[in-house]
């Protein structure tokens, strides 16, 4: 039976799989200012756990902004485990009170789906949503990395992520995605410019191209140099550069010409430059 209490925010944990993700910290600033002026009007709710601690079935963002805010104890909804269906319960809060962005609300419905075993239609009856909403979210997050990226961000909109996945080519796809990006194609005209690229063959002409690179083999260029000093090459980015004018050159060209000079008249095997650097040591 649940019970309302406060409970200290210091033995709250995390929830097993929070949905809030990008975006727990949306709004926090102003949820800060509304609790310092009214208080907590609402509970958030957890389960007990044997071990004396807590853990977090919704109301994550309350919990952050209270613990910005110094706070040591917070309302709770206390259940206790297998009471409820944390998942279910965590839905239900974060649907009716703040809108998730769309990947957050995919990975939800992929884990509620994992973890219960249940197909789309009924996650979508669980959730109270379309079995249409809980497939279009579940696509986003099988679609292209940066479009996704874009989209759980807040740069591009459900439309215009809709449409980039449906172009075939990564090339078209990265210059479609700059554009949305950009605020210069909205899901329609991404539409309108996706479906001429199909018809003129240009999607397909591009696609072949990418496939034909890919296939080439990878040209390992390196640049090599010739130490000065101890005469071996190196790869010239292990090198880095030392600045130094002509006449100081001058200078350490005729030293190391003195001393290679000195050691082949002293020694039939000339020093390595291990040893030369000794020789001035113990000089």
């Not at 799989?17 to 958030?44: F, V």
């Not at 992929?110 to 979210?137: D, F, G, Q, W």
């Not at 001429?196 to 999607?203: D, Y």
Request: proline share 4%.
């Amino acid at each position: 039976m649940s019970e309302l209490r406060m409970v200290p925010l210091n033995l709250i944990d995390p929830p097993l799989k929070p949905m809030r993700i990008d975006s727990l910290g949306e709004g926090l600033e102003e949820l800060k200012m509304d609790l310092e002026k009214r208080g907590q009007m609402q509970a958030i709710g957890v389960v007990a756990l044997d071990t004396g601690r807590f853990r977090l079935v919704w109301g994550s963002r309350r919990c952050a902004a209270m613990e910005e805010m110094g706070w040591s104890d917070v309302m709770s909804k206390v259940h206790q485990v297998g009471e409820i269906d944390e998942m279910e319960s965590m839905a239900a809060e974060n649907f009716q009170r703040t809108q998730l962005n769309p990947v957050e609300e995919g990975e939800f419905y992929a884990n509620l789906i994992e973890a219960k075993n249940i197909s789309v239609a009924e996650c979508a009856r669980r959730v109270h949503k379309s079995p249409a909403t809980v497939s279009r979210m579940l696509s986003f997050l099988g679609g292209d990395g940066e479009v996704r990226a874009a989209l759980s961000s807040g740069a591009i909109n459900q439309g215009q992520a809709e449409q980039l996945n449906l172009v075939r080519d990564d090339i078209g796809r990265a210059q479609g995605l700059a554009w949305a990006k950009g605020g210069l194609m909205t899901a329609r005209a991404l539409a309108g410019w996706r479906e001429n690229r199909e018809v003129t063959g240009i999607s397909d002409s591009v696609e072949q191209v990418q496939r034909n690179l890919e296939a080439l083999p990878v040209i390992d260029y390196r640049t090599m140099a010739k130490c000065v000093l101890h005469g071996q090459f190196v790869e010239l980015m292990s090198a880095p550069p030392r600045v130094i004018c002509d006449e100081c050159w001058e200078l350490v060209v005729e030293a190391i010409t003195y001393y290679h000079q000195m050691h082949a008249a002293s020694s039939t095997a000339p020093l390595t430059f291990e040893e030369d650097e000794n020789a001035k040591d113990q000089g």
